[in-house]
């Protein structure tokens, strides 16, 4: 988790913090904080808790990366303490804090101060015993996702699935029944964490009305240097800028869908697309489809998927011949390479990576994030997969975490991963209070700003494509494909707190989290199960941000950021064709604005950090819009005559079972 510090990092898996899913810093555990030093001015003050924060945060993440790459009771038991003594000293800071309301101090004190009060995603109630209630819920939530698997059949016939074996049926397989059977899968591992949820639920926000806050919903909408109501304002306002390009892609997928599965089965009541056939357990992100739903077959080659295999078979056959112990039987030689392979495979994958970020001048990664990373899935244990990057000691024990297999989608994931580290390495001079991101979404958006210069050229430039030729037919594939992940994406990253706002606000009851996630499915993505799922089921735990407390609004604006910023960082490499063309790979003055704003960290209001960027201090849909125009002129063609949109109540209606949108 890059964004704040270390603690954070854990919060990622605890939801410590506001931060992205980059891990931050945690204070020195064992030392008690006691009574604050007499006469200590605000200055002061704020000194202290940066040094303490420092050193606390450095042992909270050691407890929460092992109890994330080691999952069992013992580690799960001891990075709940160190939360809970990182939760509790930040309880203890807090209060503190009020004794300076109101007395003159710097600014920068000030906003220290203010980032304190908001640091954790978490709040913990007071009382202790709740407090450790929280913590251990928290943690054993995380176990259960990332340990999470389907099992089918009995005594020697049982055979289980994880989430990658899973999420592969869903990005390959194009039988509707495997489809539905995967996804129905996974959402088993959720049920038994709803009674957890629920709990959880009123221990954070009995800790966040002890912050001042109506619920924790606010506390998380208020970390955005302006009020919470009017940040729930932006979501909406840069929604309707971006829905009408979404609801275009959505009617051409729908009709892709019915040309392959029939129109029965290829959409669901309302005109909605059904939850398993998306290539994603989640359907956030549709570039699995391609083989469906790329416009023109042929036109331009962009299967970086096929390039990545190529380069693990090369892996495995260097493997086998390189095995250093000769010895053991064929089967076990072989094991032995395959796992060399992979690792070799993921390591180049991330090497590339960290080409483009050395490109802009940026520095090569440390040798302990090559040697402490976790960059293939353990098989002698259970780990939590979901990709996260961690900042260790606020002092270059930078890490990811990932289960890297050879797909373009892990492809961009380690992009994404390398940009938390990167964020984390530029602001590691700044007091520890100010390490974190501009705003959470702007962690989330610095990878992912590389991910759209990695233009069908630059694929090119790097042997992850064959050669390109520039046609129509060509540029529209190249966005098509961009727009499987970005644009399909954004009615999801809204929804997912959309759920939560109102689970915290109580609008949302524990008799109807189900009932409420799907008619927020419905509403925003127009996407239904193609079973009924009701209160038996709790499917928000299926989605890792949900047990790991990870805000999710920060992905939406993310995703409306990045276009900003990538525009304003081929303004600076002096680019001047259209911006969907663009790539800054290479470009040092490009490099050397983006570090210039990395390196600010959450020093200053987000708009002044964005303004230094971009010219504008106004989050703005305007750039993704501009260069996704050749797609939308073209879906509009194809839609034509089509009745586009849906009808989010038809599913729940059809089952006789109507339920109020809520949001
Ligand atoms: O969780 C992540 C990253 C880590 S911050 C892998 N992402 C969101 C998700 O997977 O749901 C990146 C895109 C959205
Ligand atoms: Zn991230």
Redesign the pocket.
């Given at each position: 988790m890059p964004s704040r510090p270390a603690l954070l990092a854990l919060a990622v898996a605890a939801g410590l913090t506001l931060a992205?899913?980059s891990r931050q810093h945690a204070p020195a555990a064992g030392a008690t904080a006691g009574a604050p030093p007499a006469g200590e001015t605000a200055d002061q003050f704020v000194a202290r808790v940066n040094d303490e924060f420092r050193a606390l945060y450095a042992e909270l993440n050691s407890a929460q990366w092992l109890s994330s790459t080691y999952i069992n009771s013992d580690s799960e038991l001891v990075a709940a303490k160190a939360n809970e003594r990182w939760l509790a000293r930040l309880n203890e800071w807090i209060a503190q804090s009020h004794r300076y309301d109101g007395q003159p101090m710097s600014p920068q004190t000030a906003r220290q101060i203010k980032l304190l009060r908001l640091m954790t995603a978490m709040p913990a109630p007071r009382d202790p015993k709740k407090l450790e209630e929280l913590t251990r819920i928290a943690t054993r939530m995380e176990g259960m996702y990332g340990a999470g698997s389907y099992c089918t059949g009995e005594g020697a016939n049982k055979t289980c699935r994880d989430i990658g074996q899973l999420s592969q049926v869903l990005a390959s397989s194009r039988d509707y029944d495997a489809q539905l059977q995967a996804w129905q899968g996974w959402h088993t591992i959720s049920v038994p964490m709803r009674k957890d949820y629920a709990r959880f639920v009123e221990l954070v926000n009995e800790g966040a009305r002890d912050m001042g806050y109506a619920d924790a919903g606010e506390l998380w909408r208020a970390g955005y240097d302006m009020p919470p109501a009017q940040l729930a304002a932006e979501t909406d306002r840069l929604w309707d800028q971006v829905k009408p390009l979404y609801e275009q892609l959505h009617c051409y997928v729908r009709g892709r869908l019915d040309a392959r599965y029939g129109k029965d089965r290829g959409e669901v009541a309302g005109g909605m697309l059904p939850a398993h056939l998306l290539g994603n357990l989640w359907q956030?992100d549709w570039g699995n489809l391609w083989d469906l739903l790329q416009p023109y077959p042929g036109a331009g080659s962009l299967d970086v998927n096929a390039a990545l295999q190529a380069m693990a078979q090369t892996d495995l056959a260097r493997a086998r011949q390189h095995l250093p112990d000769p010895g053991g039987t064929p089967a076990a030689r072989e094991f032995l390479a395959e796992r060399a392979a992979a690792l070799d495979t993921a390591k180049r994958m991330t090497e590339r990576a960290q080409d483009f970020y050395v490109s802009l001048g940026m520095p090569k990664l440390p040798a302990s994030y090559w040697e402490k990373s976790q960059f293939i899935k353990p098989l002698d244990r259970e780990v939590v997969c979901?990709?996260?990057a961690w900042d260790m000691n606020m002092q270059g024990d930078v890490r990811t975490k990932m289960c890297i297999v050879p797909s373009e989608e892990e492809l961009t994931?380690i992009y994404?991963?390398l940009g938390?580290v990167y964020y984390d390495l530029a602001y590691n001079k700044q007091p520890p209070l100010f390490q974190s991101g501009a705003h959470d979404g702007f962690h989330?958006a610095i990878g992912d700003t590389i991910v759209l210069a990695m233009t069908p050229a630059y694929l090119h430039s790097v042997g992850l494509v064959g050669a390109q030729q520039q046609s129509q037919q060509a540029l529209i594939n190249a966005q098509m494909r961009m727009a499987l992940a970005k644009v399909a994406f954004l009615p999801f990253g809204l929804m997912i707190d959309r759920w939560r706002w109102g689970v915290f606000d109580g609008s949302i009851k524990p008799g109807e989290y189900n009932r409420a996630w799907w008619a927020l499915k419905a509403k925003y993505q127009g996407v239904a199960p193609a079973t009924p799922r009701g209160e038996e089921f709790f499917d928000p735990g299926a989605k890792?941000?949900v047990p790991g407390n990870t805000p999710y609004t920060r992905?939406f604006l993310s995703h409306i950021l990045q276009f900003q910023f990538y525009k304003a960082l081929c303004d600076a490499s002096g680019y001047k064709g259209p911006l969907y063309e663009c790539s800054f790979y290479g470009s040092k003055p490009a490099g050397e604005k983006y570090w210039a704003m990395l390196s600010k960290g959450a020093s200053q209001p987000w708009q002044q950090t964005l303004q230094e960027l971009t010219g504008s201090p106004r989050m703005d849909a305007g750039p993704l819009l501009e260069y996704f125009a050749p797609l939308q002129a073209w879906l509009k063609q194809q839609n034509a005559g089509q009745s586009c949109g849906w009808d989010p109540g038809a599913a729940t209606a059809a089952r006789g079972a109507g339920v109020a949108t809520p949001g």
């Open positions: 992205a899913c956030q979901h990709a996260s994931t994404h991963e938390h989330e890792y941000h992905y």
